[in-house]
């Protein structure tokens, strides 16, 4: 079940690469907060070397069934927002988040481009409180001699 959703804008960056195999990389290098009012795609600067862009209209939503994986998330020294990306014409999209150490990792070991970003203050706040009022870790049991 649905129990809240944030509106959020990734920034994404496309870098010049000299390899055999490709000319340029792609990557999210952070997610803020929509507070409204954000074009779909909004240039921040272009240069030869690198691009970047502001990417809005995803949402981090939380659910019930992932509490374990946000919880492992919170818990975790660099707390990340994970985010899956497509190209689409000729440019790297945005099109799923999530603040879930599980999905994330469904992300990463799907084939599929994702990166994970670090979460900033004011998201991680927003997940710890949901996690307050929803969520209760399950309690640690020792080794089990049988």
Do not use: C
Request: glycine content about 8%.
């Amino acid at each position: 079940m649905k129990m809240g959703s944030m509106p959020i804008a990734v920034l994404m960056q496309r870098r010049s690469v000299k390899h055999v195999w490709a000319d340029e990389a792609w990557e999210a290098v952070g997610v803020v907060p929509d507070r409204g009012n954000l074009p779909p795609v909004q240039v921040l600067s272009q240069a030869p070397e690198r691009d970047y862009y502001l990417v809005s209209g995803l949402e981090l939503e939380l659910y019930t069934d992932e509490n374990e994986g946000y919880f492992e998330n919170v818990m975790a020294p660099e707390s990340k927002i994970f985010v899956l990306w497509r190209m689409e014409n000729g440019r790297a999209m945005p099109v799923r988040a999530s603040v879930s150490y599980v999905e994330g990792t469904r992300m990463f070991d799907s084939g599929e481009n994702a990166d994970g970003v670090t979460m900033p203050a004011d998201i991680y706040a927003w997940v710890a409180s949901y996690l307050r009022e929803h969520y209760q870790p399950k309690p640690r049991r020792g080794r089990q001699h049988g």
